[in-house]
Each structure stands twice: as C-alpha cells, then as structure tokens.
C-alpha cells in the first residue's frame, strides 16, 4: 500500500493540553521551524483535557486568590508528601515555581477561568492544604486547549488530523520522527526532535472513564524505542458512572450527600470492609476529599469494598454498585452541584428520585515515559509532556495536578525541542526508506481474554496471582501469534509494563494496593523503572 510521507522540524503527538501546550511553544519560541501537531481525531475533541466527565476540572497553581497563606513552597511541600517518597523532587519543584506562570499566560490568550468579585476563585482539592485550584467549571481543559489552539495556529503550526501514531522512526538508537496510519493508509512523518503527548492509557480497561483514543501507544512507542518509564504501576482509580450509560465520575459533592451504597441483593456491604473501629460516615465524609481509590487515606475501604462486591458476584447487572442519593431534594442538588444534576437530567435520570450504579473506572495515569527538567526522554531525539511522561506525580499526586503539569511540562519541552530541532546535525531520514507499518486492526476476539486479565490483576485491588495470570496471557499471546501488528503490540506491552512494576512493588502505596502485602515497606521509597533489555524483554526495577 503506498504510503503518505510528511517532513518536519518539530513533531508533536497528541492534542491535549500538554501537546497544545508544547506546539505552541515550540513556534513561539523558534517561529522559522516547521512544527507539526499530529492528532487522533480532531485537535480540541479527543483526550482527556477535553473530556467533560464531571462537575469541575481543576488545574492547579499557589496564586493564593483564596489569601490562606499558600505560596510554592507549600505547593511543593503538598505534592512531595502526597507523591509518598516516589516523585521526583527536581521535577515537582519545577510544577510549583511555574504553574503561576502558564495559569496568567493562558489567560493573556483568551482562556477564563471562574472568579468573584474580580479575584478567581480557587478551590481545595484531594492532597492539597491550601484552596489553589482553579476551574471553568467542568470545561477548564476545553477553555485551555482553545486558547492554545487559537493561538497555535495564529502562529503558523501544521496540523495532521485523523492521524493514530503507532511507532517511532528510530536510527542508531536515536527517534528520528513516528509512523502511524491515516484513514487506513499508513503515513511516515521524519522529524528533528519529535515530542510525545498523546495521554494516558485509560481506554485499554474495560471499567473506564477516558476517552477512547488513549490506549496507552505513547508509552508502548516510547519503550520500543529503548525508552525508560516510571512509575507506571501507579494508575488512578475513582468511582464513576456505569449506569446510565456516560462517562462521568463521582466527585467529592456527591459523597457530601451522604449515598447509601448497595449491592445486587440490595445489601448495605460497607459495614463488612469497614474496621470496627472506624466510622463508616468517617469514611464517606473522607471520600469526598479524595476521588481516587489511594491506601493514603480510610476513604480506602470505598473502593476496595465496591471492588471485592462486583468481583464476588454481587454487582448490578451493569457490573457496578447502587448509589442512592434519594433521600437529597432536587433544590439541594440543583444548589450543589448544578452540572451533575443536569448532566443527569439530560439522560432521564432524576437524582433525587432514581438511583444510578457506580464502579472504580480509570481515570488517568501517575506514571510514564521517564523525563528530565526539560520534558527530554532517555534516548536522544524524544520529548515527553503530559500524561504521558513519568516521574512528576509520584505514588499519589494531589488533584489538579495533571493539568499543571501538562502547561509546566508542555512550555518547557516545546522549547526544549525547539532547540534541540535548531542544534541537531543529520540529515531527515527520507520517509519512504524504513518498513511499512503493520496496521491490522489488532480487532482480535482473543484479546478480549487479555483485557478481561487486564481487569482482573490491574485495578483496586492486585495480588501476585492475578498479575502473574496476564502476564502469561501476554507470553502465550504472543507465542500464538504468527505476526503481531504494531496496535496490538502496544497493547500488550503496556499491559505488560505495569503488570511487572505492580509485581515488583511487593507493599501497598498511595494508589497502589497488594492485597498479598498490605503494609507499606520503607525501603521501596523510590520509584518503579522498566525498559526493554537487549534481548526485547520488559525488565522491572527500583530507581
Ligand atoms: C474524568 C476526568 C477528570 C479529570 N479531572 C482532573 C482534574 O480535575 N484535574 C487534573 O489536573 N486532571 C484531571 N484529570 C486528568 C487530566 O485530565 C489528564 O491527565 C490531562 O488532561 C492529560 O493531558 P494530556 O495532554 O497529557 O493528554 P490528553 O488530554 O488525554 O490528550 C492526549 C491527546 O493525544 C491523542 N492521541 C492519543 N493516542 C494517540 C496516537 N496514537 N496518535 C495520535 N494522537 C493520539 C488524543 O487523541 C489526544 O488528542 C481528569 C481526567 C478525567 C478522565
């Protein structure tokens, strides 16, 4: 099949925040440089920065609109002790100097955030001491990613659409540009310095809340290449909507309402996981200060008791637990929490009168593709910013702080990139020289077995039996498999990267539970890092 081929200085995967955030610097900062974004989907409808699932979207920065004292020392302090002694201190350092910054560069943009009387308001979320969040409602990442857009294109960047990235051109050891498909043609792009942004991995479990175009490729391209990743065993988990049908999590107002949770057989189960000597209305009133499922706080026993509920059997016909907030009037939550109410509303669900069912789902990524102060990867060539990168959130990270890190990270490695675009000698490696791509739909029905193990070994609750089953569902996988396509060679190493960090971290942390070792284990204070050896294999250590 003929192929397209593209040349470009700079290279940008993904459309987000981070990877908007990236391209525009990048061309702000060298305006003579051909920079390329190259998105699945449209630029400003896909990822998770856009991805209106709940009743605000937080981006954090210690501007103290709130005027209780907060200031980036105290930022900093928040996120090292949140990270649990796995975030890399240069990096997070750099998240609470400069996210001020990018919050006032956005606005300068066109990008409004919600104020009163003139100030913005901020609010306190989950690991966070002081009030720094700042939202547009439920649509913050919609305003930023189009203010950057705007912006980026006044500027002169390229843009290729409907493009899925799938590996990275690579020679000598050094990322030379990415190949992918196009409308089922594939497409080779030759690039200078090529910055990976293309999110999480959400869309490869079953029980999600992400949007479906982040199956995790940046992570799998990065590692074909010889990246290094970290922490990519720690994965965020809350509870979220399964019933009706909509991605939509259950935010901190929604556990204020006091819900009475059931299972199948109209069961009050919270009492079985719950110790005796603690206060189940403790442990709800604590799962309203922290979304994610994290061993960090009592909140805990929400998520693991949901979790053991629909894995023994007990779960709704929809595979999730009955929340029943009935007993709260219509006013109350049209008070509280207007845009849940309505976003319900609007799918025939009255709160005040109908339960729905929830289940933990995935909402994004802690770990990833392992940077350095200026978004650069271990192999010469590949940047990272955004979900996609590893070492800034750590075991746990306060909320907000995703959206931080992708303006903090997208301003530094598009710049970076830049540079090294401008200072690199060679020539472009000429597009139609390497192999053709092979871009079967890797639609497999036999994956489904691996992401059923997927569910089974890598959410809430994880133990050496179930990780050990995927990975030889992954061997076996591969060992029937007469030629892999490159979709669902990602897949499977992903899949594989975390399971061999989660079987290598034998204690519980932050958001990472071992049922087989609950306690947590001081001399694991260091993160996860996996990489490929010589041979090809995924090899699992400690920092
Ligand atoms: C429901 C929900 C609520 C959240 N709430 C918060 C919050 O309050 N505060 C916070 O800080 N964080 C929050 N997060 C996390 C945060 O939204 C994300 O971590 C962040 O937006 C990631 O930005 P990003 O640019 O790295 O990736 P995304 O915004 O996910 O963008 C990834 C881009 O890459 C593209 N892409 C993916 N794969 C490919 C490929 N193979 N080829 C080409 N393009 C590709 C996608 O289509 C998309 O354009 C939430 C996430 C969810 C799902």
Redesign the pocket.
């Known amino acids: 099949m003929e192929r397209e081929t593209v040349q470009t200085d700079v290279l940008v995967?993904?459309?987000?925040?981070?990877?908007s955030r990236a391209v525009y610097e990048a061309k702000r900062f060298h305006p003579r440089l051909d920079v390329t974004m190259?998105?699945?989907?449209k630029w400003g409808k896909?990822?998770?920065?856009?991805?209106v699932?709940?009743e605000a979207?937080?981006?954090n920065a210690p501007i103290n609109s709130a005027e209780d004292g907060d200031s980036p020392e105290i930022f900093l302090k928040d996120i090292i002790e949140t990270g649990l002694g796995t975030a890399n201190q240069d990096l997070v350092k750099i998240i609470a100097d400069e996210s001020t910054d990018r919050i006032y560069e956005l606005v300068d943009m066109g990008a409004s955030f919600d104020t009163l009387n003139g100030k913005f308001v901020q609010k306190k979320l989950s690991g966070c001491t002081k009030a720094r969040s700042l939202t547009r409602g439920g649509q913050t990442?919609v305003e930023i990613v189009n203010a950057l857009r705007n912006a980026s294109l006044g500027k002169g960047v390229n843009v290729i659409e409907e493009?899925?990235?799938?590996d990275l051109i690579v020679r000598d050891g050094e990322v030379w540009g990415a190949r992918?498909t196009r409308q089922g043609r594939p497409i080779d792009i030759s690039a200078k310095a090529v910055i990976m942004?293309?999110?999480?991995a959400?869309a490869l479990f079953p029980h999600t809340?992400?949007?479906t175009?982040?199956?995790g490729?940046?992570y799998a391209m990065a590692c074909r290449a010889g990246a290094m990743l970290s922490g990519m065993e720690f994965i965020q988990i809350g509870p979220g909507v399964v019933y009706p049908s909509m991605h939509f999590?259950i935010h901190s107002h929604m556990w204020r309402f006091s819900p009475r949770l059931k299972n199948r057989l109209g069961e009050k189960f919270l009492k079985n996981y719950v110790p005796s000597d603690v206060s189940i209305d403790e442990v709800i009133s604590l799962k309203a200060m922290s979304f994610p499922f994290s061993v960090r706080t009592d909140a805990r026993y929400i998520d693991i008791a949901m979790s053991k509920e629909i894995l023994a059997g007990r779960g709704t016909d929809h595979g999730g637990i009955f929340f029943d907030i009935t007993h709260i009037s219509r006013e109350e939550l049209q008070d509280k929490a207007p845009i849940t109410h309505k976003t319900f509303l609007d799918k025939g669900i009255d709160l005040s009168r109908d339960e729905i069912e929830i289940a933990p789902l995935v909402?994004?990524m802690n770990g990833g593709i392992k940077i350095d102060k200026h978004a650069a990867t271990t192999v010469r060539g590949l940047f990272a910013v955004?979900?996609?990168s590893g070492g800034v959130h750590g075991a746990d990270r306060p909320?907000?702080?995703?959206?931080?890190d992708?303006q903090v990270f997208g301003y530094r490695g598009g710049q970076a990139a830049a540079r090294f675009a401008v200072e690199r000698s060679g020539d472009l490696i000429p597009a139609e020289s390497g192999q053709i791509l092979n871009i079967d739909s890797g639609a497999d029905d036999k994956l489904e077995d691996i992401y059923s193990a997927i569910d089974a070994a890598l959410m809430v609750v994880r133990n050496k039996e179930n990780l050990d089953v995927l990975l030889n569902k992954i061997d076996s996988y591969r060992d029937n498999c007469d030629s892999l396509d490159v979709a669902t060679d990602n897949i499977l190493l992903v899949a594989e990267m975390i399971a061999k960090s989660a079987l290598l971290r034998e204690e519980s942390r932050g958001i990472h539970y071992r049922e087989d070792f609950p306690g947590t284990n001081k001399s694991y204070n260091r993160a996860t890092l996996v990489r490929r050896d010589d041979e090809g294999a995924v090899e699992a250590s400690f920092e």
């Open positions: 995967i993904g459309g987000g925040g981070g990877g190259a998105v699945e989907g896909t990822g998770s920065t856009v991805w699932a709940s979207l937080g981006i990442g493009v899925r990235i799938l992918g942004a293309c999110g999480g959400g809340v992400t949007h175009s982040l199956r490729d940046g999590i909402q994004s955004g979900e996609v909320g907000g702080n995703n959206l931080a992708s």
